[in-house]
């Protein structure tokens, strides 16, 4: 393309001196012509990040979920990691069900109140790309899942329960500390010899456990939860790698010698109160021992023989059915994967350029994410000996990126007294000095609405992450001092560049647009009938049991629920309420003042005030319920009817999903009159019953 450009005023006023004195008047000035590039069609972006990867099928997904690849395993092990649709529905069933979490064990500060409300899905949601969404993540001990607005956007809300909220510690530790547990969540206390208390390496130090997180009233760990989506193509998953590290590592623990997905399976069952426990509640759901059958006949041969249900439903079965839903979890239909498949309209012209500066070296101008977000889930290197599968490569997707630490990760450094320790990241597995603070590559699909970014969760925007990289400045003098620090994140463009991408304003863009955009598949999110991406939630089909599994229906499992008939995800009273389930009565805790009323023509608009008078959020969406009124007069602004008084209700939403104590808000209720009688006298009193819950009450 051709751009003209016009001499300014002061070189015409130069060029026109400069002629009259001596230059030839005759000639006239030519307008000089600056020649910038034509953008690349769809077409040529295609070729040019074929030639940088080797291929379009090194970074498609499979179009079916038996096409993912398995890792390599022994031969024995082949019908133990199989992917069957069996096991994939079984497996996405027990993630969001909150049945199994069963093992709080008070000995050790476990509150038994807690039992069965939290699920490998507490920490997990489809609406913000299979993470949680808020920087602190809760399982048992915690409330909530989440509110929309009235334009239907999500909002995930999970928090601390306050009925069990302690005041152990006489200073918080940092900003928004929750005051409850005594130790680190997750982090076990064993004492010494000499009755010293110590924090242990790996789990097998010697000494009595005198307190484990494993067990404590509060779930949640010192990282952000990371996404599942791409867990088929990484052969180490969690931060540090510890999923899938063999066992023949000290630190591992991995007694099956299970690939990286099995074993992450068994790590969190552990962690999160399930394991040994919930086989025998389980065992006492028709439904479960229906769907145990089907994706495990061998098993379910064995248990009828001998007559003995452990040996279908247990540990080992209840871990691989997770591990083969939570290795199906992959998006397919974003634009990029149109793009791969030769659509050239797919992408839009601001996330074509992201696309080819993500496929460009940083040393040729581009960003150089290729390098480290690789593969059909971007998340692993690009030279990995095998792109399309788990791949070869362990240590080179692990980097330190000089990031602050996890808010949790201050109760370590009280527990240790050591107020420069650092999340260890893979050293913390491998016991190497060369590995510390070094974390693994994540996924790059589906970040749109994840809200929260990197294991310490203190970015909050795609644009915020690149113009980290961009800049290449670590944010934390401990760990952007150590000599573990990354050289592709300080200076991708070579030793002695200037630090960071150099990438321009639009250029930053162009990127976040391609990485939040053309990277996003919304039928991960809503249910698609026509998409050969699933949603990552229990959506309508796979709960519409009567049509999809009739032999669930006769096994007395209710269309509409997970299978134990709990909320999808948890089940606490404030998540039973976000999914419409119950509603809590709040009239007591809130007075209403009529401001102002108005009468015109048959119709009455009364503007109120709610005030919330308790010490506790009035929360997630509130139902006025109007009662009281005459025959003939209606609630023109109603949002609905009760259903079983059929009595019209508005529903607010709330700023924030909260009323705080002492905080208002203000609506409008608006009456018509169809009665034959004055217009001015619509109706002088009602009564208005108040409740806290999303759905209809």
């Not at 497996?91 to 093992?103: A, E, Y």
């Not at 002492?662 to 004055?678: C, G, N, P």
Request: charged share 25%.
């Amino acid at each position: 393309m051709l751009v003209r450009t016009r001499l300014s005023i002061i070189s015409l006023f130069i060029f026109g001196v400069l002629a009259g004195c001596g230059g030839d008047s005759k000639k006239k000035s030519v307008e000089p012509e600056i020649i910038q590039p034509a953008e690349l069609t769809a077409e040529q972006i295609r070729a040019h990040i074929v030639s940088q990867v080797g291929g379009l099928n090194n970074l498609t997904v499979p179009a079916t979920n038996n096409a993912i690849p398995l890792p390599n395993v022994s031969e024995d092990k082949n019908y133990y990691i199989e992917t069957t649709e069996e096991k994939r529905f079984l497996g996405k069933q027990l993630f969001h069900d909150s049945l199994r979490t069963v093992r709080l064990r008070p000995e050790f500060g476990g509150r038994q109140e807690l039992t069965q409300s939290g699920s490998c899905g507490s920490c997990h949601f489809g609406e913000v790309g299979s993470k949680a969404g808020t920087q602190i993540n809760f399982n048992v001990g915690g409330e909530g899942r989440g509110y929309t607005d009235a334009e239907g956007n999500y909002t995930p809300r999970r928090r601390a329960r306050m009925d069990i909220l302690e005041t152990i510690r006489p200073e918080p530790l940092f900003e928004g500390d929750l005051r409850v547990d005594r130790v680190p969540t997750l982090t076990d206390v064993f004492e010494n010899v000499v009755g010293i208390p110590s924090v242990p390496q790996f789990i097998d130090e010697p000494g009595a456990l005198v307190h484990s997180g494993r067990f404590d009233a509060v779930d949640s760990v010192g990282r952000n939860a990371p996404s599942i989506v791409g867990s088929a193509y990484n052969n180490r998953l969690l931060g540090g790698g510890f999923a899938g590290e063999p066992s023949s590592n000290p630190r591992a623990i991995n007694p099956f010698e299970d690939p990286a997905q099995e074993n992450i399976a068994l790590l969190l069952l552990d962690a999160h109160r399930m394991l040994e426990a919930q086989s025998s509640v389980i065992q006492e759901i028709p439904g479960y021992v229906e769907l145990f059958k089907r994706a495990f006949p061998e098993e379910a041969k064995a248990a009828e023989t001998l007559d003995d249900i452990n040996l279908l439903i247990n540990d080992q079965t209840i871990l691989r059915a997770t591990a083969t839903f939570m290795r199906t979890v992959i998006t397919r239909n974003s634009p990029w994967d149109h793009f791969l498949a030769g659509d050239n309209e797919a992408l839009s012209p601001s996330q074509l350029r992201g696309a080819k500066l993500f496929f460009t070296d940083a040393k040729e101008g581009g960003a150089g994410c290729m390098t480290c977000h690789s593969g059909p889930a971007l998340n692993k290197q690009i030279n990995d000996p095998n792109l399309t599968g788990v791949g070869g490569f362990v240590e080179e997707n692990f980097f330190n990126l000089g990031l602050t630490d996890h808010p949790l990760q201050a109760l370590n450094r009280h527990v240790r007294s050591d107020p420069n320790y650092r999340d260890e990241g893979r050293m913390e597995i491998t016991g190497k000095e060369e590995d510390a603070h070094k974390f693994r590559t994540t996924t790059l699909r589906q970040l749109k609405g994840s809200r929260v970014f990197f294991h310490s969760g203190e970015f909050t925007s795609i644009k915020d992450v690149v113009k980290y990289f961009n800049e290449g400045q670590p944010q934390d003098s401990i760990t952007g001092n150590s000599p573990t620090l990354s050289t592709r994140f300080t200076h991708p463009r070579g030793e002695g560049s200037e630090r960071g991408l150099g990438l321009s304003e639009s250029e930053v863009n162009d990127l976040v647009s391609f990485l939040e955009d053309g990277l996003y598949d919304d039928a991960f999110v809503n249910y698609d009938s026509n998409s050969t991406t699933d949603t990552f939630q229990l959506n309508e089909k796979d709960v519409t049991y009567s049509v999809h599994r009739p032999f669930l229906t006769n096994v007395g499992v209710e269309d509409g629920f997970v299978i134990s008939g709990m909320a999808q995800n948890n089940n606490d009273p404030l998540t039973r309420r976000d999914a419409g389930m119950e509603f809590l009565d709040v009239t007591n805790k809130a007075e209403t003042a009529l401001n102002q009323r108005v009468r015109d023509s048959g119709e009455q608009r009364d503007e109120l005030t709610l005030k919330n008078i308790s010490d506790y959020f009035i929360d997630t969406h509130l139902l006025v319920i109007i009662e009281g009124l005459p025959d003939g007069v209606t609630l023109k602004n109603a949002s609905g009817k009760t259903e079983e008084s059929q009595k019209p209700y508005l529903r607010l939403f709330l700023d924030d999903g909260v009323i705080k104590p002492d905080a208002s808000t203000k609506f409008e209720l608006v009456f018509t009159d169809s009665r034959d009688i004055d217009a001015q006298s619509v109706v002088d009193d009602y009564v208005l019953t108040l409740k806290s819950g999303q759905g209809n009450p």
